[in-house]
């Protein structure tokens, strides 16, 4: 009896070997394609961004608000739009350990697209410093009201709008360890 188990053990112990393995996307980074036509690579990392090459197969993403599935090949996926301008671009991911999202601005030049991550505290700070400093010089408050409602035109222009603030500001203390 326990020969027949220890022989039906041994046999079944190589398939065990061969099972896929959970391949979920937590974390992500953005970079430009190679052949530089204007696409962008995501690219599927672990938490200290060093990539995956083990993800293959088609994930649902939210780009900017639209979802798109894009078709993973060794950890790196190609958006289907082109870039045609400076912009930012929220992208997030959810699967069953949750939401994973990261805001980036694309910037576009002569030598192709430049992504830049934007974290989610600089989308807390740089209004509170405006506001801080407001608060302090009285005769200062008209002027960084302008520079706050100048600034949130610019983003918003740039394709960047309170639900994509939020949604980063949200993921962002999700992340946060202590």
């Known amino acids: 009896m326990y020969k027949s188990l220890y022989l039906?053990?041994?046999?079944?112990?190589?398939?065990?070997?061969?099972?896929?393995?959970?391949?979920?996307i937590n974390h992500f980074i953005i970079k430009e394609n190679l052949i530089k036509n204007g696409k962008l690579a995501v690219i599927a990392t672990d938490a200290d961004e060093v990539p995956l090459d083990g993800i293959s197969g088609t994930y649902q993403f939210v780009i900017n608000g639209f979802q798109q599935e894009l078709?993973?090949?060794?950890?790196v996926a190609i958006t289907p739009q082109a870039i045609e301008t400076s912009a930012f671009v929220f992208i997030k991911h959810r699967n069953e350990n949750g939401s994973?999202?990261?805001?980036y601005y694309v910037l576009k030049n002569q030598e192709g697209?430049?992504?830049i991550a934007i974290n989610w505290y600089y989308l807390i700070l740089i209004p509170a410093i405006f506001l801080i400093i407001a608060y302090l010089f009285k005769r200062l408050m008209i002027?960084?009201?302008?520079v706050l409602i100048g600034l949130f035109i610019f983003n918003y222009s740039k394709g960047l709008d309170l639900e994509n603030i939020f949604d980063t500001i949200v993921h962002g203390i999700k992340e946060l360890r202590f």
């Open 100 to 103: 994973h999202g990261r805001l």
């Open 8 to 24: 039906l053990i041994a046999l079944s112990f190589p398939f065990l070997g061969f099972a896929q393995r959970n391949q979920a």
């Open 71 to 75: 078709h993973f090949n060794e950890g």
């Open 113 to 115: 697209l430049n992504p």
């Open 143 to 146: 002027l960084a009201v302008l």
